[in-house]
């Protein structure tokens, strides 16, 4: 294990429903990271949280709504999601954020499904 | 933004003999280049990582080299293992961005 956990590991849902994941990190971070995995597609940043500030917002729809509380705690909260949004969700953590080139541990991610 | 290359998607190769992963980057700013391991059901597991002040690094039967002039840099497995059956992910990090930027992957099968 890599001290990085994510529930729910699966996640059925319809478009107009909404629902939260959340990722929780053991390791005394103190950034934490979305990514967002589709098949034959590179994994791609979401957002970034350095020491529970956003720091940074890759173009990602409003209707995914991330929350980070404090550094061990991360949500991402979906609202009125599409089809294509169906993928695997990993959250990440590492010491620093990345400009200082720490390693970054990835949890199990969440799959899922937009009906 | 920074574009990053891998090659190639598939890799098949016998048990014991070596493999090569290779991935190019578009950022000459990039410092930090991490390969990640990613099993079936698991997210991606980081395996090696150079960084820009080094050419190569080893770690008993996995190697990294970093050409930096050439925007270029490779996994090298020797001795493979059907456990080394996997999708591996080259990223780069850096030139300001406070994440990764991965490539597509490459899904290694070890024949027995």
């Known amino acids: 294990e890599t001290g990085v956990t994510q529930t729910p590991r699966h996640l059925v849902m319809g478009m107009t429903n909404k629902k939260s994941l959340k990722c929780e990190q053991h390791l005394g971070h103190n950034a934490m990271y979305w990514y967002k995995q589709s098949a034959k597609k590179p994994l791609e940043l979401m957002f970034v949280y350095n020491f529970k500030e956003q720091t940074e917002n890759n173009s990602v729809p409003s209707r995914f709504s991330p929350e980070c509380p404090n550094s061990s705690h991360l949500f991402l909260h979906l609202h009125t999601l599409q089809p294509e949004d169906s993928a695997l969700y990993l959250c990440?953590?590492?010491?620093?954020?990345?400009?200082?080139?720490?390693?970054?541990?990835f949890g199990p991610g969440t799959r899922l499904t937009v009906l | 933004g920074e574009n990053v290359e891998q090659h190639p998607s598939t890799l098949s190769v016998q048990e014991g003999d070596s493999a090569v992963i290779k991935c190019t980057y578009s950022d000459s700013a990039s410092n930090y280049f991490p390969w990640y391991k990613q099993e079936l059901g698991k997210g991606p597991q980081l395996i090696i990582d150079?960084?820009?002040?080094?050419g190569e690094k080893k770690d008993q039967r996995i190697a990294v080299t970093l050409n930096k002039t050439a925007k270029h840099f490779s996994l090298h497995i020797t001795e493979t293992q059907p456990e080394d059956s996997a999708v591996y992910f080259c990223a780069v990090a850096g030139g300001g961005a406070d994440g990764l930027t991965f490539g597509k992957g490459t899904h290694l099968i070890i024949q027995p």
């Open positions: 150079i960084r820009s002040n080094v």
């Open positions: 990440a953590s590492s010491q620093y954020k990345l400009a200082g080139n720490n390693e970054q541990f």
